[in-house]
Structure formats: C-alpha cells, structure tokens
C-alpha cells in the first residue's frame, strides 16, 4: 500500500463517519464536530490526489491551506450560532 492511497482511504472514510454523524445527530454541537471531520476528510483526499510521478501539484495544497482558515472561522460562527440557539442549562 502506497502513502497516496492510504491518505485517501483515511479520508474516505473519515468524510463516510462525518456524514453518517451528520445525518444521525441532533445536537449542534456534534454536527458542528462532524463538519469539522468531514472537512478534514475532504482534505486528505485532495492532499492524496495532488501527489502525482512529477512531485506534488501546489494548487490543491493551496486550496486545502485556504480551507483550513475559512474552517476556522465558519467553526466559530456556527459554535456561537448553536450556544445561542441551543437550550440553556442553567
């Protein structure tokens, strides 16, 4: 087994976990995480397909850098948006 497909087995099947946790939850707070997963998921793979003979293609890892920023900052909207929407314990 070759790193690539290792990388793109992992994330197949951490975006596959991320979906079905997506799907079957009803608190925010666990669909936010499953987001999370599944974008880290997605990541991997783009990671694993940008390495091809020639050496690594830049563009991918470009797009997988930007994502990682835009993912922190919907990750913290959508973490304010749920503790304001969400039940109060207290």
Known sequence: MTPDLVYLATGAGLGALALWRLTTS????????????????????LLAAAHGPGGADAVPQAFV??????????????????????????
């Open 26 to 45: 009803s608190d925010p707070l666990r669909r936010v995480l499953a987001l999370n997963v599944l974008a880290v998921g997605i990541a991997m793979i």
């Open 65 to 90: 850098l930007t994502g990682i920023v835009v993912l922190v900052a919907v990750t913290a909207a959508l973490l304010a948006l749920a503790e304001t929407l969400g039940p109060r314990g207290d």
